[in-house]
């Protein structure tokens, strides 16, 4: 687990936030579909699938107490949640939620995500500068050196991402970079994926102060 400072997290404002760590694959192999099996069809499913869970999850992670206690410790008042809604989003856009234009949400959180929808480091690089104009900070994990995963007997290739490489392309795409934590692989985890370890990242954008 990533432990961020509380004076870190204080910097988040408690607004907006779009957040993007819904991971399809443990629901795919219950469904079938047609022939163009990564098109406009799975990409339908899996936006009703968010609209029917997204309910189901607020009432599972109900944080309205802490929000309020914490409120109550800085002399703020509790102004509930806000309205919620699933968006399309496409990281390879320059406006990723076009044709809708919203102002920049205090943070996003990807885990394991944006890699997958990225061909090449370079896609990669554009993905993340495509993303910056959403938020004000932005909260990334995912795997170091993975190339390959198995689910099954099925194996899938990955976009392989490295310390070095983060730390540039977000530094090149406009963010400051906070918290960086790395956790080594154990030795006794299983070789289902050929991963070294795991990252944890806190950046912000230059101008959000």
């Known amino acids: 687990m990533c432990r961020l400072r509380a004076s870190t997290m204080a910097e988040f404002t408690g607004g907006d936030d779009y957040q993007a760590e819904f991971d399809p694959k443990a629901y795919l192999g219950y469904f079938k579909f047609g022939e163009d099996t990564l098109g406009e069809e799975y990409l339908n ?6 609209e029917s869970f997204k ?65 090449d480091l370079t896609t990669y690089r554009i993905a993340l ?14 795997d170091l050196s993975c190339s390959f995963y198995m689910v099954g007997p099925k194996r899938f290739s990955c976009l392989v991402l490295k310390e070095e490489f983060l730390r540039e392309a977000l530094s090149e795409t406009g963010f400051i970079i906070q918290e960086f934590e790395v956790l080594v692989r154990d030795d006794n985890i299983d070789d289902s994926s050929d ?10 954008k230059e101008e959000a102060i």
């Open 45 to 50: 499913f899996l936006l009703s699938a968010c």
């Open 129 to 142: 500068k495509n993303i910056s104009s959403l938020l004000k900070h932005l909260v990334l994990s995912g």
């Open 55 to 119: 309910e189901i999850i607020l009432e599972a992670f109900d944080w309205t107490p802490v929000v309020k206690y914490v409120c109550e410790l800085e002399g703020n008042r509790y102004r509930g949640w806000k309205k919620q809604i699933v968006l399309k989003c496409d990281v390879h856009k320059s406006n990723p939620l076009d044709p809708i234009v919203l102002p920049p949400a205090d943070g996003l959180v990807s885990s394991l995500c944006l890699e997958a929808a990225c061909k």
């Open 195 to 204: 991963f070294s370890g795991k990252v944890f990242i806190l950046a912000r």
